[in-house]
C-alpha cells in the first residue's frame, strides 16, 4: 500500500522557489529519497535523507540538483521536505518520495511545473 503522500508542487517561474512535503503514513520515518517524473520517462532520484538513528542523517544529492535543493525532515511530524530554489523549466516533473531504492508503492506525488 501507498506509504508516502505529497503535497506542496505548484507553478513556478523560472528562479523561482517551492517547499515539498511528504508524510510517511505508517511506521517510523527513517530513510527516506526524493524521485521525479516526466511523462515517457522512468522515476528519476533526485535526492535522500539517510536516517543513522534518531539525530544523524546524511544527506545525497543528485548532480543537476546539488545546490539549489535542500532536503530535511521534522521526525515528530513523520515528514519529509524538498526545499527547491533556482528552479529551471528542466525541474518541471510530478515528484514522489519512497524508501530508498524502492520503486514500487507509489504515492500520489505532486506536479512541479516551472514555467514563465
Known amino acids: 500500500q501507498v506509504q508516502f503522500v505529497e503535497s506542496g508542487g505548484g507553478l513556478v517561474q523560472p528562479g523561482g522557489s517551492l517547499k515539498l512535503s511528504c508524510v510517511k503514513m505508517?511506521?517510523?520515518?527513517?530513510?527516506v529519497a526524493w524521485y521525479r517524473q516526466v511523462p515517457g520517462d522512468q522515476h528519476e532520484w533526485v535526492a535522500s535523507i539517510l536516517s543513522y538513528g534518531l539525530n544523524f542523517t546524511h544527506l545525497e544529492y543528485e548532480r543537476s540538483v546539488e545546490g539549489r535543493f535542500t532536503v530535511s525532515r521534522d521526525t515528530a511530524k513523520n515528514t519529509v521536505f524538498l526545499q527547491m530554489t533556482n528552479l529551471k523549466p528542466e525541474d518541471t516533473a510530478v515528484y514522489y518520495c519512497?524508501?530508498?531504492?524502492?520503486?514500487?508503492?507509489w504515492g500520489p506525488g505532486t506536479q512541479v511545473t516551472v514555467s514563465s
Open positions: 519512497n524508501v530508498p531504492g524502492h520503486m514500487t508503492n
Open positions: 505508517s511506521g517510523s520515518l527513517g530513510s
